[in-house]
């Protein structure tokens, strides 16, 4: 009898040889299949006519021949080396243990769950489907946010925590509403009001609050990007000048509670919509701020991409080399949606009082180039563009079957020439001069002819020669006054910006055009039409994410076939149309909100066992999340609690160099990719780049910042100051107590205020030869310092 070696090992070794166990076609197979083969072989597309999102159509289609692996089309595809015939044909081959998975699979019968079906249609995604407004579950007054949640709770065998204490609400509705947390004073008010309208009261007058506009204009402008210039030197090469006009509009729109529908349309198209309104012009910063000196395509590239994920949740940016793999976005869709942007450049028109717009100036957009053609770029690479290929203007055709309704905007003559105004103002002033040299000049020589005395030959030649000199500069402006090529910079209205690095000098002063395109009014008005399915769901997932900690849908720029279901799709669904039942009202959204019986639970787990266990990640809100506090809210609560925050509103940034020593609220800081806040930054501070949502790290320099810093030092004195104004005198238990509640918003636990009594006789003790009250009054500022370091203070309960 003849062994192999294979055959001694199994006997020597058997441990070694176990029979194969089967291969599992949904834990294996499917999920392989559906990342790598789907977006080619699928519901999206059926490349070679070929679908494998079903064992049967795999089959049917010989591209697997049930035991027998060489004979199956599918895996001598991808065991290919020839990248001609490998698949997938993009990205990495699959992996050996991959491979071996399938080629096991189909060894073994290909077999497959009875219930196999094909992929669902994409096109029929929940977030892709219009907008209805779902019945509210149950039935009596209860709140609908309530209603909703608490459906999922008796779906998921789910109790809530009780709600939460009146300071710990207290505290969570001014930070989450304006950014600040309330001042002793205020909670002692909301603690001791037994109205059952004092909360609502608290929430209307934080809605109705200047300081509203700054945190929820914030928060916004994360997702929007905001970012002051930056470049190299004094070369200004991302973002523009002035860029902080936008940000005030966006205050300003937030106090005002202006429809987001109208926030969209200005932001987009106001040039269009509005074109001699400067207080509108200034939100198509949305738009300057994209602007990137060197490369047109990259510039373009970041406009599509982040309105797509800031305002639809699409990703619009992975069709730029293909078609996208998950969502029925064609490559054609892409090329066509930076069509709409082609023609647009950027502008910076000067503010009255301020001819100079190094100083000052309104960035906004402008349509250019009316009859720029955009590249369709051959597998994203610009090097290689289809010379043949025409991109007409147009947004997903899966979204909007009908195309966009493109009309042409006549612009008023004010806003495509104006030089206008400014050089005939100039031109009567040079007119007036030499009416005036002239008038002298006939003065000096009616003297001479009545015999009087000139005292000096030299002051009729000075006449005569100033009265021709003005006469020839009239002349010679009337000449150029219509060319603003030709008139001085201050005189032209508007400088704009450079469209690339190597801009010929006609190409910078050649005359604005008459006419917009009215592609990016049409995307405005399509993006924020009320029968757009994605708008309205993503604006509400980004406020249900900032009140609570968490998204409906968990990926806030990703509604696609990638980003998941959300937890509560009716909740969702029902705030989305109840948000634009109500003119897309912000004010209205967050009241809604706050005032949800859910909002006001407790965040404490305690007790909530069996909570705990079936839901540990509480994705189905049993209880409130805690959160850290965001960078701006920190910074800025410690100036607030100390009374030294400056509550000025809008202006130019604050410099670097000057951040250390100001008193205003973190939003006015010059931030850009090159220049921003240390102490932000530990903290976690938005990135201008990306910031969809801000990340929660914990690291060791938080705390070292909030000891060590100058801002937390001083603010700390400063409190302790406050306190000690009122409670020098006071026992060290009233002390501690006011403390906490001016710190921290509440009040101290028995055995935290017993800890507190001990460390202050503590610190006493080390201060021996200090005297009192003096010796006191340091010991309790140690206190203060511990508590701005105390996790609660940090935290959003």
Avoid at 497 to 511: C, D, G, I, Q, V
Avoid at 585 to 591: G, M, N, Q, R, V
Avoid at 643 to 653: F, I, M, S
Wanted: proline share 8%; aromatic share 8%.
């Amino acid at each position: 009898m003849r062994f192999s070696l294979t055959t001694c090992a199994a006997l020597v070794f058997p441990a070694l040889t176990p029979a194969a166990d089967a291969v599992d076609y949904r834990k294996d197979i499917r999920p392989l299949l559906q990342e790598r083969c789907y977006s080619c072989h699928g519901a999206l597309a059926q490349k070679a006519k070929l679908r494998v999102d079903t064992g049967a159509a795999m089959v049917k289609a010989g591209a697997v021949v049930p035991g027998k692996p060489g004979a199956s089309e599918l895996l001598l595809r991808v065991e290919s080396t020839d990248d001609a015939t490998r698949m997938p044909p993009e990205g990495h081959p699959l992996k050996p243990e991959q491979v071996a998975k399938l080629r096991l699979w189909i060894e073994q019968g290909a077999k497959v769950p009875a219930d196999d079906a094909p992929e669902p249609d994409p096109r029929d995604h929940w977030a892709f489907r219009p907008v209805t407004r779902p019945a509210v579950p149950g039935a009596g007054a209860a709140h609908p946010i309530d209603a909703f949640v608490a459906a999922k709770w008796r779906e998921k065998g789910l109790k809530p925590v009780a709600p939460a204490d009146k300071r710990v609400l207290l505290r969570r509705v001014y930070v989450d509403l304006i950014g600040l947390p309330p001042t002793a004073e205020q909670i002692d008010a909301f603690v001791n009001d037994p109205a059952p309208a004092a909360y609502e009261k608290v929430v209307d007058r934080l809605l109705a609050s200047p300081q509203y506009g700054e945190r929820w204009g914030r928060h916004f402008l994360d997702i929007w990007r905001y970012s002051d210039w930056w470049g190299l030197g004094a070369e200004l090469r991302n973002s523009q000048r002035h860029i902080w006009h936008w940000r005030d509009w966006t205050v300003d729109s937030f106090n005002a509670d202006l429809s987001y529908a109208e926030m969209i349309r200005q932001m987009l198209a106001a040039d269009e919509l509005y074109p001699t309104e400067p207080q509108k012009l200034r939100a198509t910063g949305y738009l300057a701020r994209s602007y990137f000196l060197f490369n047109r395509t990259t510039w373009l590239d970041e406009v599509i991409e982040h309105s797509g994920k800031g305002f639809l949740g699409l990703t619009l940016n992975c069709a730029k080399c293909h078609d996208h793999k998950y969502d029925p976005v064609k490559q054609t869709d892409y090329y066509a949606f930076r069509a709409i942007f082609e023609p647009y450049q950027v502008r910076t028109d000067q503010v009255p009082g301020e001819p100079d717009v190094t100083k000052n100036g309104i960035p906004r957009a402008f349509d250019g180039n009316l009859d720029v053609r955009t590249p369709f770029h051959i597998r994203g690479d610009e090097r290689t563009p289809d010379k043949d290929k025409v991109v007409t203007p147009g947004v997903p055709k899966f979204l909007a079957p009908g195309g966009l309704k493109v009309q042409p905007v006549e612009l008023p003559v004010a806003a495509h020439k104006p030089h206008e105004p400014l050089a005939e103002a100039h031109a009567c002033a040079l007119l007036e001069k030499a009416n005036r040299q002239t008038r002298a000049l006939a003065d000096l020589t009616a003297d001479l002819a009545n015999g009087k005395k000139v005292h000096a030959p030299w002051v009729m030649i000075a006449a005569r020669v100033g009265s021709d000199a003005a006469r020839g500069e009239y002349a010679a402006f009337e000449k150029i006054k219509n060319d603003p090529g030709k008139l001085p910079p201050h005189l032209r209205g508007y400088t704009k910006a450079p469209e690339s690095n190597a801009e010929t000098a006609e190409s910078k002063t050649r005359p604005l055009p008459a006419t917009s395109t009215g592609r990016r009014t049409a995307l405005a008005n399509w993006i924020a039409d009320p029968k757009n399915p994605l708008t309205a769901r993503v604006a509400v997932n980004h406020v249900w994410l900032r009140h609570f900690g968490q998204p409906l849908a968990p990926q806030v720029f990703e509604f696609g076939r990638k980003g998941g279901p959300p937890t509560h799709p009716e909740l969702l669904d029902w705030l989305a149309s109840e948000f634009t039942a109500h003119n897309w009202s912000f004010k209205h959204l967050h009241k809604l909100i706050v005032t949800s019986d859910v909002y006001r639970l407790s965040s404490s787990s305690s007790g909530a066992g069996a909570a705990v266990k079936l839901d540990p990640e509480n994705r189905y809100l049993w209880r409130m999340n805690p959160v850290r506090m965001d960078a701006n809210a920190v910074r800025d609560s410690l100036l607030h609690l100390s009374g030294a925050l400056d509550l000025t509103r809008g202006g130019p940034p604050v410099p670097a160099a000057q951040q250390e020593g100001s008193a205003r609220r973190s939003l006015y800081f010059f931030h850009s990719h090159n220049e921003h806040n240390k102490l932000l930054d530990i903290f976690d501070n938005a990135n201008v780049l990306d910031c969809y949502r801000r990340t929660e790290s914990i690291v060791p320099q938080q705390a070292l910042a909030l000891w060590n810093s100058k801002l937390a030092q001083v603010s700390a004195a400063k409190i302790n100051d406050r306190l000690h104004a009122t409670l020098a005198g006071a026992a060290d238990a009233a002390f501690v107590t006011r403390a906490f509640e001016s710190v921290l918003g509440t009040v101290p636990t028995k055995d935290e205020l017993a800890t507190c009594l001990e460390a202050l006789a503590e610190l006493r003790g080390t201060l021996k030869d200090v005297k009192e009250p003096e010796r006191g009054k340091r010991a309790r500022l140690q206190l203060v310092q511990a508590l701005l370091n105390h996790n609660d203070f940090v935290t959003v309960r």
